[in-house]
């Protein structure tokens, strides 16, 4: 049975890498998505302090994306490249994990693997669709799950590589400050939940953080399936998507997630700040029959990813396992 992903055709793009240095705003997108989100956030305040709900909701939808492009700080935080500064590195990394309800040491033990392992069944990040001896039902079933709820799912994929048996951390310091992270974690969100109960402003906490966190840990979700899930390559083109498009919003999205679409060049280059992913965009364009060009917008990489969630699978592993099967 063959399980490679369908094709949707994508269009050439231009080749050329982008000859210019980037440009100041570029390098300080963090900080200026940061900003953004303080005045949002200020923003659905007064809308629910004056209880004008249709100004509140529509704020909440743009909140949930600079939370997604803040979710894409504590991956680059993780790469120590978010701050010039490491312990402001690690300060932002620590504060966005506890918000996002993930150990920032785990994720970058963890997501180590990812780049290590890229889509092998030692890539803890993608389990369990990495392995083959899990069947399509739970496979599935996990999909829907971290899609849906990516703000409490995506977390618990963590937690898995931390605690199972075999775990690949094994370095007795980082596994005891991960463990000082959750009990933190947890200990915030019992008196967080506690206090929002005792003063009743259950509406603020709902408005300001639960509903575009809860939406911004779905985009999260959707993004990582994006960049890899229906993915059988064997090689960074062909097990990763990527999204290079050039229209004025289709850099504005690029530019408010960290040049995170340039997937490809980040897997290629990690060691690289986020502005400088664009320059080498022609790293992307394919030099196998197998590989993947750039898509020209994250619709058609949605398009592509959907009719691999039927059964989904990340990884060349599968293709033996769909060889054994003719």
């Not at 705003?25 to 998505?33: D, G, K, N």
């Not at 994720?107 to 990812?114: D, F, G, I, K, L």
Request: proline share 7%.
């Amino acid at each position: 049975m063959n399980t490679a992903p369908v094709q949707v055709p994508a269009p050439v793009i231009n080749p050329l890498e982008d000859p210019h240095e980037p440009h100041w705003v570029s390098r300080a997108a963090f900080p200026l998505l940061t900003l953004l989100l303080a005045i949002n956030l200020a923003g659905i305040f007064f809308a629910l302090y004056y209880n004008n709900y249709w100004v509140a909701i529509p704020l909440m939808l743009t909140a949930s994306h600079l939370m997604h492009g803040n979710l894409i700080g504590f991956h680059e935080a993780s790469h120590g490249m978010l701050r010039k500064s490491r312990f402001l590195n690690e300060v932002d990394g620590v504060l966005i994990g506890l918000l996002s309800n993930t150990s920032f040491s785990l994720y970058r033990a963890a997501h180590q693997t990812h780049h290590a392992h890229l889509s092998s069944e030692r890539d803890e990040e993608f389990w369990p669709f990495v392995d083959p001896k899990v069947p399509r039902w739970f496979r599935v079933l996990a999909a829907v799950a971290e899609l849906s709820c990516g703000l409490y799912v995506t977390p618990l994929v963590f937690l898995r590589t931390f605690l199972r048996k075999n775990s690949p951390i094994r370095n007795k310091k980082v596994r005891r400050r991960i463990w000082n992270e959750l009990i933190f974690i947890v200990g915030f969100w019992t008196v967080t939940v506690c206090l929002v109960a005792y003063f009743g402003v259950w509406k603020y906490f709902l408005g300001l953080y639960f509903v575009p966190g809860f939406i911004a840990g779905n985009l999260q979700a959707w993004r990582k399936y994006i960049e890899h899930v229906g993915l059988t390559g064997s090689t960074i083109r062909s097990a990763t998507r990527s999204i290079v498009a050039d229209s004025v919003m289709g850099k504005i999205v690029s530019f408010s997630l960290l040049h995170e679409p340039f997937h490809g060049v980040h897997h290629q280059r990690a060691g690289i700040p986020h502005a400088e992913l664009p320059l080498h965009r022609a790293d992307l364009m394919p030099v196998h029959e197998d590989e993947h060009p750039p898509f020209p917008s994250y619709w058609h990489a949605f398009l592509h990813l959907l009719v691999c969630l039927k059964d989904p699978q990340v990884g060349a592993q599968w293709r033996k396992v769909a060889a054994t099967q003719k």
